[in-house]
């Protein structure tokens, strides 16, 4: 089993598109990462678990799951990278690869001195954007190859469809 841990505030200060989100909507910027890793969790199977910070916001840790994606939200005075230190070392094992997505050099070498695997956030980026591709080229070739006897489907119905089958609602 392949594990990805998420820096979610790492990732979203790293990527174009929510770093510019988050200075209009932050919360927004947080949803659209997760909906990105639930794409990425569908296309290769992998558990994801997005972590961020509430180590500045009073009260407890909060877990939930979004669209077969894990967030967490650190309790008071833990921050993500420590959290995901914790994780990596209680989660790996023979059979599981734990991969840490974040751009944060220490981090990178403590996850990788317990033998994480670190994706930086642009690596996530590039291979978000060629799975989007490749399922954006998928669906536009089953699109052609779809046969005159099965139910027409307009675009709009199909998209439903693909969203149903990743688990979004």
Known sequence: MD???????????????????????FASARDLLIEKMAEYQAYTGYKVIVIFDAHLVQG????????????????????????????????????????????DYTEQWQIFGQGALRKSARELLNEMNSIENNIEQKVKKSFKEKSSSKIPLSDEVAEIFEKWRRGER
């Not at 820096?7 to 988050?22: F, M, S, V």
């Not at 877990?63 to 070392?89: C, G, P, S, Y």
């Open 3 to 25: 594990i990805l841990l998420v820096d979610g505030y790492n990732i979203i200060g790293a990527w174009p598109e929510l770093r510019k989100l988050k200075m209009k909507d």
């Open 60 to 103: 407890n840790e909060t877990k939930l799951k979004t669209r077969k994606v894990e967030v967490i939200f650190t309790k008071q005075n833990e921050t993500a990278d420590e959290r995901i230190e914790k994780m990596a070392k209680k989660l790996g094992n023979i059979k599981t690869q734990i991969h840490v997505a974040t751009s």
